[in-house]
């Protein structure tokens, strides 16, 4: 297709079918100047520090969040440490690192549910905390270098622009 039929097609930026022009996403979404991959990191790590904060209330909370599935709750365990320990271990692949996230969420995960039975309104489960380990086990297992290395393909992305 020629560059005037683009024009013609995509003219103000909508086709005739109501869809958007795809060149106005890549102007909008990717900037012209590249992130340092340092600052990246910096977001990558703030985020992740926002994901602990939200699993510690969401295990604190008196109203959790209802998975209406039979052992929900417990899927819900997995869901949160899988994702704890796949964001961080994005950070550094080192085998040593994602021990030592390993060892942290799951001790978080048990210190959580002795919080939880200090409570008048959360319960205490050791099978929760066998959902956190089974969690955090598939989140290293997911990671880098065995599973997609999203921070480098990020890096790549952002420092290409």
């Not at 869809?19 to 600052?39: C, Y």
């Not at 690192?97 to 200090?118: D, K, P």
């Amino acid at each position: 297709m020629s560059s005037s039929n683009i024009e013609e097609v995509w003219a103000g930026g909508i086709s005739p079918h109501g869809l958007q022009d795809p060149r106005l996403f890549d102007t909008f979404f990717v900037s012209s100047m590249p992130i340092p991959s340092a600052a990246i990191r910096r977001v990558w790590r703030a985020v992740g520090v926002g994901l602990v904060v939200l699993v510690i209330w969401l295990s604190l909370t008196p109203q959790p969040i209802e998975i209406p599935v039979e052992h929900g709750d417990k899927l819900g365990h997995v869901a949160a440490y899988a994702t704890l320990m796949f964001w961080f271990a994005q950070l550094d692949t080192r085998h040593r690192m994602h021990l030592a996230y390993a060892v942290g969420f799951v001790l978080l995960g048990v210190a959580l549910e002795f919080a939880q039975r200090l409570t008048d309104y959360r319960t205490f489960e050791v099978a929760d905390m066998g959902a956190d380990a089974v969690g955090v086990l598939c989140g290293w297992v997911a990671s880098p270098p065995r599973g997609p290395d999203v921070i480098g393909f990020v890096e790549r992305v952002l420092s290409s622009s």
